[in-house]
């Protein structure tokens, strides 16, 4: 199959980390089977752009959960931003604002509070005809085209100034997907966009952030250039700090044209030769010292049936010693990982056998909250880790040979 960038359609892209044919990282299952379908999952960067993004991966249809969910992305920014959205020259309490998807609502109540009262948001039934209630993000980047954009625009009228936190990195036709929303924005409007910044966890190589949701990867130095395909001018780009990962927040200003800097950023560029490189090595250094550390017990647990924990244990090939996942959302009690088959229970079950570790597949800042609720199972001698690089409790601190690339 020959593939083509998501962002500017040039063909020469370079395959750089391949995990295989993988299960789907999010989903759980009801039986305890290994069949589950699995997909390529590859990661790649386009050399005409230097857009990283996965090059084959599954279809959306194969994402949409099987139960409702609300993703949760990081608020702590959002009321600095709302007073930067504020400040934007030209744009009033008169302007019309409007958001992309649930998860730019607490972003537009903060708006709301400061008197902007004119705005709407994409309406996942009535505006994109999607159907299915357990449907989320996955599936709203694939309705939203520059098609069905310009029937919401001729429906609600042209805003202002559009929200869209965290939907980009989702996109599967990146460029398709930016055109549709500067139909949705009048002339000289703006565009405030939020992304997953992921030069932390390149430099920490950390790859439990390959995720089949996330079609594309964005750091500061490319993340500029993105909008300009698509007639957008970047107007300020900031990067906000968060414990797993910053945030990147590019407010943009539709133009009748736009220059187009296509040079692949060198920075970014090396910084996922040297994550990809590193990947076989870090592998087989952690599958070594989790099995000696676990040798004679009953296996390791890790904590949280989320899609991190799904990740550290299919990319790292752990599922043969991995007991269970520790949950305590009931509604996730009692299903399987896809693709491995391990079982998820209540955190409870670590006091039942010999599970000398347990290794958040979480963002850290819940760690101290989790370890609190979880004395007992330290008393008797547990210990907690992390999956993830960032943490503090980072496991890849215990491998020999581990050295991050340049942290900031
Ligand atoms: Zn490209």
Redesign the pocket.
């Known amino acids: 199959m020959i593939n083509k960038?998501r962002?500017?359609?040039?063909a020469d892209i370079s395959l750089t980390l391949n995990f295989g044919h993988q299960p789907i990282a999010s989903q759980l299952i009801t039986k305890n089977e290994k069949s589950s379908p699995k997909f390529p999952l590859q990661l790649g960067i386009?050399n005409?752009?230097g857009?990283i993004q996965l090059l084959e991966a599954a279809p959306y249809e194969a994402l949409v959960p099987s139960m409702p969910l609300i993703y949760k992305e990081p608020e702590q920014h959002l009321d600095d931003l709302a007073e930067q959205i504020t400040k934007i020259p030209g744009l009033s309490v008169n302007s019309v604002f409007a958001a992309v998807s649930y998860k730019d609502t607490t972003l537009m109540d903060r708006l709301h509070a400061k008197n902007f009262l004119n705005n709407w948001q994409i309406n996942p039934k009535s505006d994109l005809g999607v159907a299915n209630n357990n449907a989320n993000i996955e599936t709203l980047q694939h309705y939203i085209t520059p098609e069905t954009s310009c029937h919401i625009a001729a429906k609600h009228g042209q805003a202002d100034c559009l929200l869209a936190r965290h939907i980009l990195e989702h996109a599967d036709k990146t460029q398709s997907f930016i055109k549709a929303l500067s139909e949705l924005i009048k002339m000289d409007g703006y565009l405030v966009i939020e992304v997953p910044d992921c030069t932390s966890n390149l430099q920490l190589k950390d790859y439990t952030m390959v995720w089949e949701e996330h079609r594309s990867y964005f750091t500061e130095n490319n993340f500029h250039k993105i909008l300009q395909h698509s007639g957008f001018e970047p107007v300020t780009i900031t990067s906000y700090p968060g414990i797993y990962e910053n945030s990147l927040v590019q407010i943009a200003r539709k133009v009748p044209s736009s220059k187009i800097d296509t040079a692949a950023s060198i920075d970014t560029t090396s910084l996922l030769s040297v994550y990809s490189a590193a990947f076989t090595a870090i592998k087989i250094k952690l599958k070594e010292y989790l099995t000696e550390q676990l040798a004679g017990s009953d296996g390791l647990v890790l904590y949280g049936a989320g899609h991190l924990s799904a990740a550290f244990i299919n990319h790292h090939d752990l599922a043969n010693l991995v007991a269970f996942i520790a949950d305590d959302t009931a509604e996730k009690q009692g299903q399987f990982l896809a693709g491995s088959g391990i079982p998820v229970r209540s955190s409870d079950a670590m006091m039942t056998g010999n599970y000398p570790l347990c290794l958040f597949g979480l963002s850290p800042e819940i760690e101290d909250k989790v370890i609190a609720n979880n004395q007992d199972y330290i008393s008797q001698g547990g210990q907690f880790y992390s999956a993830l690089a960032s943490s503090n409790r980072a496991i890849h601190k215990r491998i020999s040979g581990y050295t991050p690339n340049n942290p900031s």
């Open positions: 960038c962002l500017c359609g040039d386009c005409h752009c857009l």
